[in-house]
């Protein structure tokens, strides 16, 4: 009898274990998708819904992220640059206040009045919170229901409609983009080797290889599913890392090492967050090509998260 009351215990704690034991959803975006193909998210979006995430993170520079803001700010991007000098600006002219913010975003979606709505963007544009500047000022435009039609881009089509429809007030960012300069430099180099030596020519044969095979499953609506297929995600990777090259010259070397340092400083933001999170089911919404190398280096460093990819 005493055996089976400790088997019976051992059972209940081992369920209790699993329980509480947290994990993470990698899901792979195309980012913006042409207008043939614009309700390619909507596949996504069902998948995220059925998955039921207590917490959304974006591939968006981190607020506290001094670093990649220094880059951002005379960057690549017309949108982080603007933001950039948003924030700037309110940070003199703005009276922001904690606890005000706080206590809007206890309100339901629904009962912000355009005020409100506005005090919430320009406090996160204060606090140089960009995911959340950018998801607040979509329900200012489109309303809690989102979009009719799609935006063809993960945050309206995918992040923002999974926010509304499971009432999650924060997204959580993740990006760094620390060494995005030296990269986008390495990768231009590489490719002038890559010119004399050949390895430019695997690179078109690699990229004619993902975009065939991608064709049919466009046509039938599934873009998505297979964008998120393992070997699909590995040729994005190899493509991103450049570790298709035969030649591994310096400057290619280089361009996988920043590469690799990027996923890697990625993964951290997200491990760290959730270890510090009551969040259990947690969904990371970020570029295919990053996928594998976030799943190596959530894996090595984070062994006690379980982490899973959409097609697994």
């Known amino acids: 009898m005493q055996n089976l009351m400790l088997?019976?215990?051992?059972?209940?704690?081992t369920q209790?274990?699993?329980?509480?034991?947290?994990?993470?959803?990698?899901?792979?975006?195309?980012?913006?998708?042409?207008?043939?193909?614009?309700?390619?998210?909507?596949?996504?979006?069902?998948?995220?819904?059925?998955?039921?995430?207590?917490?959304?993170?974006?591939?968006s520079p981190r607020a506290k992220d001094s670093i990649s803001w220094e880059y951002l700010k005379n960057g690549w991007s017309k949108s982080y640059k603007e933001f950039y000098f948003l924030s700037d600006s309110l940070r003199h002219n703005?009276?922001?206040?904690?606890?005000?913010?706080?206590?809007?975003?206890?309100?339901?979606?629904?009962?912000?009045?355009?005020?409100?709505?506005?005090?919430?963007?320009?406090?996160?544009?204060?606090?140089?919170?960009?995911?959340?500047?950018?998801?607040?000022?979509?329900?200012?435009?489109?309303g809690v229901k989102g979009a009719k039609k799609p935006t063809r881009h993960e945050d309206g089509d995918l992040t923002a409609k999974l926010a509304l429809q499971l009432n999650i007030k924060?997204?959580?960012?993740?990006?760094?983009?620390?060494?995005?300069?030296?990269?986008?430099?390495?990768?231009?180099?590489?490719?002038?080797?890559?010119?004399?030596n050949g390895d430019n020519k695997k690179n078109q044969k690699l990229n004619k290889k993902h975009d065939n095979r991608a064709i049919i499953p466009a046509l039938f609506g599934r873009l998505a599913k297979y964008v998120n297929k393992r070997k699909s995600?590995?040729?994005?990777?190899?493509?991103?890392?450049?570790?298709?090259?035969?030649?591994?010259?310096?400057?290619?070397?280089?361009?996988t090492e920043y590469w690799n340092q990027r996923n890697r400083r990625m993964a951290k933001n997200i491990g760290n967050q959730i270890e510090k999170s009551n969040?259990?089911?947690?969904?990371?919404?970020?570029?295919?090509?990053?996928?594998i190398g976030l799943e190596k280096a959530l894996k090595q460093h984070f062994p006690h998260i379980k982490v899973k990819l959409l097609t697994d």
């Open 7 to 13: 088997a019976f215990f051992v059972v209940l704690f």
């Open 16 to 59: 209790f274990l699993l329980g509480q034991e947290k994990e993470v959803l990698l899901i792979g975006t195309m980012h913006t998708v042409p207008k043939i193909v614009k309700n390619s998210y909507k596949p996504l979006l069902k998948k995220a819904l059925k998955y039921k995430p207590e917490a959304i993170y974006v591939e």
């Open 94 to 142: 703005f009276f922001f206040h904690k606890g005000k913010l706080n206590t809007l975003l206890q309100n339901d979606f629904e009962n912000l009045s355009a005020k409100q709505l506005d005090t919430i963007i320009y406090s996160f544009a204060y606090l140089r919170n960009h995911a959340n500047y950018r998801f607040y000022r979509y329900i200012k435009k489109y």
């Open 170 to 196: 924060r997204l959580k960012s993740m990006d760094d983009q620390q060494t995005n300069e030296e990269y986008h430099l390495a990768w231009k180099k590489c490719a002038r080797d890559g010119s004399k």
């Open 233 to 255: 995600l590995e040729r994005l990777h190899k493509l991103a890392a450049f570790t298709y090259v035969k030649n591994k010259t310096k400057n290619c070397s280089l361009a």
């Open 279 to 291: 969040a259990h089911k947690n969904i990371v919404i970020v570029g295919a090509a990053h996928i």
